[in-house]
């Protein structure tokens, strides 16, 4: 006696993106937190020593955030206009922003009042940045010009003039005290020597440049401008690496993961996408809500903070391994150890007589209802809430195992206003996936066949029937649009495959009339 | 020395094992089934088949134990015979002439006599135990004959379009109460029958459809029933709302049997299979003979593992068959569905199958149609695994053509790294599947389309390629397109109009140049693929084309005249090798070439070809012949022995004048008992090799010694030769004077003698 065969279950492969190692890594994120401030986000900036706060730049202030609180740990508002660039010095002490007023402001991080205030840009002072020797600060303004201080003194030492736009983003080197590099809208990135009064290194980027970003190693240098991502091998006098252009809308900041394997960079498309920097290949996707214009990662990759020009400023926390473990272990609650091994390890002796123990076959409950053919009991089951939205393979499964018992009329007959608006949502939802539509379209035509009496009787039934009708309509029209660019692919694959005659042995073809037939491009080879 | 074997077709079992019902014998140890023009008897226990009553000419239409003797039973034939069998050894006891040239169906045995009844029409009769009235229902009759008194008629009237005929029925044992099943699944119980016009029933209803078998237990205590449904249902009598059941039995129910003293129940299934039921309602054993559905979807083909051969079986199965052993080996399930036993059902299926070289990988096609929809089409490949011994599922592709699959064949070579696998379809397509190693989802290797091509939109209907796998033959209609699977390329098309091609077949190993087609306007090509031309045609009606894969042999069916010709050829020689006119009436559906076990070594020119491989074929009325093989007499060392001897002796016979010996009609006879006497009764092989290897030397001299000893003494005269050779010439000497033997020879004489030879002396009589 065979046992009862379950139900089988059609299995489908998952669309859509495939699981890496990375989309793991870069999923393993919480919920973000969103935190409005006053106008766009302009700049975000972690700071360098533990707990990494982070300064944020929106409108006219610049807030400290803590790592893990929502509320700011610290305000810096004593800006006349929009603030622009709140940078930590390397010792996470002191703070330097621009603003649109072209005063260069240095905060104390715990105090309130600017400790200097460097006046000499003529125009809004965009960049802002300590070098490496904490010192200076370098300063790029919208005026074509940017500028060295001394902080002590807080005095002008040098001013570049060689820009011909403005001056939008600029960095130090973390190595050398000397070198900077600024990008400006007149398409160039400059790399300036301190030591001497002017540049020592153009490169063109060919866009407005708006981010750059330095490797650890500082021997390549990442630029953002207009759509592309740029790379340029500084040690080989400014070379271009390689291109990008993933994005569909201006680049507005670039970021590296804190192993350095990782490149981020986000735009105004909102997206952020991370390329793998070895062979420059996009290897995950963030999606945000708005345009985004500044975009940090915290140390380790703990948190992800992005600002949006709507205001928000959205933030990820990686998700710690206890907490993961903690999930799946509360999902998956199981009895203890020894529940199993109880009375497994019995060793039978000589003389006993083994019974072995029938092992009862689990069956899911669908399948339980069908075999005992109560055919509509079994189709409630799977159209339960759970099943049927999370799992519709299964309802799907069920319904053509019913079609194929050939008892689905009945299954679907006799159904109350509830049972029967249930069954047309799940439809509606499932009917034009082109996995379901050969099982599901003859179970609609059953039940309008069954139905067709009662309709106008209940306004929710009508309801869903007329939302199927222009599910319908609307997925005609799909297919009439797909068949015509069909068409039109056709036309141009057979231009453009060059025609190839097949010989023929010369008794196969004995008259004019066959060859005219072969003319006719003869194999079409389709790559699937 | 060798005679030569003709070559025959040899009926080699598959018969019905289902006809009528099982008979169990009183210890319920022995299972008796009327099979084809035989009676088989089966062990209950092992599943084993003890023996196989032979001797009715025609088919047997009835097994009854023998109630006076219960290691007895009669068999009935469509021949016209009845014969009684002493079936635990399996002897013939007497044949009893029926005169009438009906079908004979012995129903039952009253105390007294033999009851045999003529059944034209009649759908069941039984007796009660008592003996005193017969039952038989006949439509919607239901008649009772009472031996003392007159003839008793029960009518049930068909009210209202119910169908209320009777299909079986069943005599309470100790009651005078009748069970009958009717085709509208009722179960009606009859009593007080016996008083005219005061009869009554009840009805008992559980099944859905026809009522089968019904069967009382010998004690009366319970009611068995079976119907298409394949449950059997256990009905307490007199307690009728209690039933067990003891469902998916496998396919629908047509016989039950009970044993006398009901501890076994035996049910009979449509799929060629007895089921034996222990009383507690629980499987104990399955005899399961080959599975003969409508019709053999797949092709027969040949296990490269096991050399079974694979067709499809029972309903979504395909099932492996031992041709040595004439036994099922095993099913593989291909649908994994759950079977709804119900008639008028759709079901899913196995329509194609096809194996690679090694039996690494077996592709199977399964489809259902329903009216009115859309095709339903699964392609799953499955991986041999060695640990479990069977195939596994490794892919399925569902929906891998739009229309209905008309060919399939995997890539031949044995040693290529990739697998390949070609699908031809209606819909105008074939694709190439082939065997992925790593993708992101799946784990392990996994199949996956390769190339989908098309030429000028016409149906491809075969597919074939070649024996080293460098050229794809596939035909559309008329026309043979020959493809590269390297790079997918159409290098040739080759045509011989008018007429769809029907069959295509490369040739093998020498042959590998030439490709054969068949078209459907009776004309046999030959085309050479060196030149791309016709090497040579001819005109007939081939029906079945296919190549032996171990030689370069290609066999041809011929059906003309209601019979099918078999012509044996190689494509490089224009005279056939072999040629058998009239093979079987009616028309070959399917063969297969299945490669021997061990080789022969025939020089014959005509039977070389069946040196390497068997051919078995499947006619038409597979009822009557379902699976015959065209065979040479077997070449065997014990075949020469005997051989030897009986020509030996022969000349013996004629000089001699000791005329004693009563020649065998066949050697058959020695051989039989020599393998079947124990092996460690038997003389020691070294005894029987230097005999054997005497008997291979031309003994011209010793004609006169033979005359003058016995048997037993030739025997010894082997012996003594090979034990004495130095001594040849002195024997030779003394040859002419009187028999004086010296002293080791007459010792030997006397060791000889004392040996019990008695089983070498029917060989050599022989």
Known sequence: MASFKPTKIQVYPKLGEKVTQDTLYWKNYKAPVQIKEFGAVTNIDFSPVAPHNYAVTAFTRIHIYGPFSQEPVKSFTRFKDTAYCGRFRSDGQLLVAGCEDSVVRLFDVSGKVALRMFKGHTKAVRVTDFTSDRYHILTGSDDYTCRLWDIPNSTELTSYQEHTDYIRCGITSKLNRDLFITGSYDHTLKLFDARVNKSVMTMDHGQPVESLLLYPSEGLLVSAGGRYVKVWDLLKGGQPLVSLKNHHK????????????????????????????????????????????????????????????????????????????????????????????????????????????????????????????????????????????????????????????????????????????????????????????????????????????????????DVQLQRLQDLLEREIGYQQDLLEVLGMLDTMFTSSLPRKEVPCSGISRPNGLAQGDASAPGPQPQAT | MVEHGDIRVVHRGGSKINFREPVLSHDSRLLLCASGECVKVFSSSTEECVHDLQGHTDLVTGVLLNPSNHLQAYSCSADGTVRLWDFTDGILIKVQLHCHHVSVQPLSVSVFSLLMCMCVTLTRLLSSSQGEYIASAKGLHLEVYFFKKQKFSLKEDNKKGAKNTFTCLSCHPKDDCIATGHEDGKIRLWRNFNHKREYTYSTLHWHHSAVSSVRFTPEGTNLLSGGVESVLVQWRYNQETQKDFLPRLGAAITHIAVSPDGELFCTAHSDNKLTVIQSCVKVSAVIQGLVKGESVRTDLMVDPRSKALVLNGKPGHLQFYSLQRDKQLYNLDIVQQEYIHESGLQQFEVVKAAFDTRGNWLATVEERKQKDSTLELNLKLWAYDEQTQSFVLNTTVSGPHEARITAMCFCHTADSQTTMLVSASQDGHFKAWQLESNHYFYEGPFWSCDFVGAYHSLVPECCCFSADGSLLAISFQEVVTVWSPASWELLTTLSQPPGAIRDLCFGRQSCSKYLLGTTAKNLLCCWNLLTCTLEWSTSMDVSLLLSDPLSENMAAFCSHAGCTDLFVFKPSEPRPLFSHKAICSGKVTRAVFAPREEMLESCEESSQWLNRSQLYFLTQYMVNIPLVIDDSVAVTPFYLLLGKHRQQQQEKQDRSFSAERNQLPQGSVAIKELLHTPAHVLPSASFLCSMFVRSLLISEKKSEEEEMESDKEEESECEMEASTMGQGQTAEAQETAAPALTKAQARELRRVKKLDHSWLSSLLDS
């Open chain 1, 250 to 461: 201006t680049v507005t900041c670039l970021c590296l993961s804190s192993n350095g394997q990782r490149l981020l960079s986000a735009s105004l498309d909102r997206h952020v996408k991370v390329y793998n920097t070895t062979n420059y290949k996009v290897v995950h996707n963030f999606d945000y809500a708005a345009s985004i214009l500044s975009l940090g990662l915290a140390p380790d990759d703990e948190s992800i903070v992005v600002g949006m020009t709507n205001g928000i400023l959205s933030i990820k926390h990686r998700k710690s391994s206890e907490e993961t473990k903690e999930i799946s272990g509360q999902q998956k609650r199981r009895p203890a150890y020894r529940v199993f091994v109880k009375g497994k390890n019995y060793v039978p002796k000589q003389d006993d007589y083994l019974v072995s123990k029938p092992v009862k076959q689990h069956l899911a409950k669908y399948d339980k209802q069908l075999k005992r053919f109560n055919v509509s009991k079994a189709l409630d089951t799977a159209l339960e809430t759970w099943t049927r939205f999370r799992k519709p393979e299964i309802t799907v499964a069920v319904i053509k195992e019913l079609d194929r018992r050939g008892t689905l009329k009945n299954a679907l007959a006799g159904r109350d206003e509830r049972g029967l608006s249930q069954l047309l949502n799940f439809l509606v939802g499932n009917l034009v996936d082109p996995r379901f539509a050969p099982v599901l379209v003859p179970a609609t035509e059953m039940i309008l066949d069954i139905y067709q009496s009662v309709i106008g009787q209940s306004p929710v039934v």
